[in-house]
C-alpha cells in the first residue's frame, strides 16, 4: 500500500493503482493559542494583520546578503512579520519585523491575523497553508519544492519568487500581489474547503489502510501484476520487438515486390528493343 502525502486539493487528476491511498495534510490540525508574548506582538498589527515566513527546519540561516535582501522587502509593508532565522540579524531588518529561531507554524497559520505565508514549498507547510487557507509566497529551494510550489500557482494560490537571483523589490511585489490582489486568498479558502470535504478524515484514512494491510497479511489482492512481469516485459520491449518485426516484414516483402516488378519491366524492355 502506497500513502501519498498529497491529496485532489493539491494533485490533478491523475490514473492511480487501487493500492494507492492520497492522505495528504494527516499531520495538519485546529491552531492552538500563541505564546504570550507572540500573540501580543500578533496583535500588535491592528486590522494590516501579519505575515509568516520560514524556510523550513532544514534551512536555519543564509548568506548576509540574501538576508538583507529579505529584509529590506519585509521592510516595506505594512504587515507585522515573524520570521524564522538562526542567522546574524540583517542589517535592514525593519521594526515591523520579529526574529524567531523557532515559531509554531501551524498555529500561526491558523491565526485569524495571517494574511500571507512565505514558504519555500516543503509539503508540510503546503498543506498546513491549505488547511487554513492562506496564500502563499513560494521561494523553493530543492527537491520536489519546485513542483510543490508550481502546483500551488496554478491553482491560483501562490506566487513565485526565485530566492538566488530575486531583488527586493520581487519579493515586495510579490507580497503585495499576495496580500492585496483577493483572488489569492479566494483560491486559497477554495483548497482549504476542498480539502475539509472529506467523508474520512486523512489521519483515520492512513490509520485504516495500514492496519487493512494487516488484517489481509500484505493485501496481495491489491498488488498490481506489473511486479510480475520481467524487465522486458515491464518496459514492453517483446511488444516493440515484435511491431519492429513485422514492420522490417511489411518493408522487405515491398521491397521484394518492387524489384520483381522493376527486374521484370526492365526484361520486358529490352527484348522489346531487340525485336
Not at 98 to 105: H, S, T
Amino acid at each position: 500500500m502506497w500513502l501519498i502525502r498529497t491529496y485532489w486539493d493539491f494533485e490533478f487528476p491523475l490514473p492511480v493503482l487501487p493500492n494507492f491511498e492520497f492522505v495528504g495534510g494527516l499531520h495538519c490540525k485546529p491552531a492552538k493559542p500563541l505564546p504570550k508574548e507572540m500573540e501580543e506582538f500578533v496583535q500588535s498589527s491592528g486590522e494590516n494583520g501579519i505575515v509568516v515566513f520560514t524556510l523550513g527546519s532544514m534551512i536555519s540561516s543564509m548568506t548576509e546578503e540574501r538576508a538583507n535582501v529579505i529584509a529590506s522587502a519585509l521592510a516595506q509593508i505594512p504587515q507585522k512579520v515573524l520570521w524564522r532565522h538562526d542567522g546574524k540579524k540583517p542589517d535592514t531588518l525593519g521594526p515591523n519585523t520579529r526574529l524567531y529561531k523557532w515559531i509554531p507554524q501551524n498555529d500561526l497559520l491558523g491565526h485569524p491575523k495571517t494574511k500571507a505565508f512565505i514558504t519555500h514549498g516543503g509539503t508540510n507547510g503546503i498543506y498546513e497553508a491549505i488547511y487554513h487557507g492562506i496564500p502563499m509566497v513560494g521561494l523553493p529551494l530543492f527537491a520536489e519544492q519546485h513542483d510543490n510550489i508550481e502546483r500551488v500557482k496554478a491553482k491560483g494560490a501562490a506566487v513565485r519568487v526565485d530566492l538566488q537571483t530575486m531583488s527586493s523589490r520581487d519579493l515586495l511585489n510579490a507580497l503585495k500581489e499576495v496580500i492585496n490582489n483577493p483572488s489569492y486568498r479566494e483560491k486559497a479558502v477554495w483548497l482549504s474547503t476542498i480539502h475539509h470535504d472529506q467523508p474520512v478524515k486523512p489521519l483515520d484514512r492512513a490509520v485504516f489502510w495500514i492496519e487493512f494491510v494487516m488484517r489481509h497479511k500484505g493485501a496481495k489482492h491489491l498488488r498490481p501484476a506489473a511486479h510480475d512481469l520481467t524487465w522486458f516485459q515491464y518496459h514492453s520491449l517483446d511488444v516493440i520487438g515484435f511491431l519492429l518485426a513485422c514492420v522490417a516484414t511489411v518493408v522487405f516483402v515491398i521491397t521484394k515486390c518492387f524489384l520483381f516488378c522493376y527486374r521484370t519491366f526492365a526484361k520486358t524492355g529490352k527484348k522489346q528493343k531487340r525485336e
